[in-house]
């Protein structure tokens, strides 16, 4: 919210039909699909947590990197589709700033944001706590 506010301090009025970085489907792309892509992308992306930054095994080192990598590889895929937002609070915030200074309301697509990326990350660490194995002192990522 703080961001899409300080695009409107700076630019002004002007900036409000932008539509203040607010994620939204593109053209042609369908609410089921919208959502299958955040929910893959965040499910990309917190299986690359939990394996890189948040598993006792291993070192913390290169977390910021492999995160960082796969936040641009699931922009690169799924931007033009959805914005690649993979973070409910990431879609909240423009969306409330633009209801609030005229622009425009997008709240009905807001379901995708919010489900879709909760589903992919739930899923991620139910997957990761199966195959990881997070519990066994032994695995992957050990010194």
Known sequence: SLGSFAV???WGAR????????TGMFDGVSYGQAMLCEGIGTFILMLTIMGSAVDARCRGGFAGLAIGLVVVADIIVFGNVTGASMNPARTFGPYLVNVLTGGPNMWSQYPIYLIGPVGG????????????DPRNAEGACTE
Not at 15 to 22: N, S
């Open 121 to 132: 990350a739930v899923l991620a660490a139910f997957v990761y706590d199966f195959i990881g």
């Open 8 to 10: 409107v301090a700076v």
């Open 15 to 22: 900036a409000i039909p932008t539509g203040l970085a607010a």
